[in-house]
């Protein structure tokens, strides 16, 4: 069982920065941040395996930036350059194998915190 909290949500203007962050306890073999956006389907936005491994949407390469701290417990995600479009509910996500950015491949959620980024 893993369970996963988020704090860190907010509002920022574009071009800003915010910083998410995800308390997890149990064991995960990959992690990852998805978002939602009011009437779209939840997407994948950067995963992170225990080994390290990476890996990014490309409507967010180059701006946010995924990572763990060594005891697999935290789980952060930094957005700098932050577009109108970018404004979702994110969540934290965990799965007991390999990486995937397929929401339908994730069991373990979080409750979800709000990113809004006014123009």
């Known amino acids: 069982q893993v369970q996963l909290v988020e704090s860190g949500g907010g509002s920022v203007q574009s071009g800003g920065s915010l910083r998410l962050a995800c308390a997890v306890s149990?064991?995960?073999?990959?992690m990852g941040w998805f978002r939602q956006a009011p009437g779209k389907e939840r997407e994948g936005v950067a995963t992170i395996h225990r080994s390290g491994s990476v890996n990014y949407a490309d409507s967010v390469k180059g701006r946010f930036t995924i990572s763990q701290d060594n005891a697999k417990t935290t789980l952060t995600l930094q957005m700098n350059s932050l577009k109108p479009e970018d404004t979702a509910m994110y969540y934290c996500?965990?799965?007991?194998?390999?990486?995937?950015?397929?929401?339908?491949?994730?069991?373990?959620w979080g409750q979800g915190t709000q990113v809004t980024v006014s123009s």
């Open positions: 149990g064991y995960a073999g990959c």
């Open positions: 996500a965990a799965r007991a194998t390999w990486c995937s950015l397929s929401a339908d491949d994730y069991n373990y």
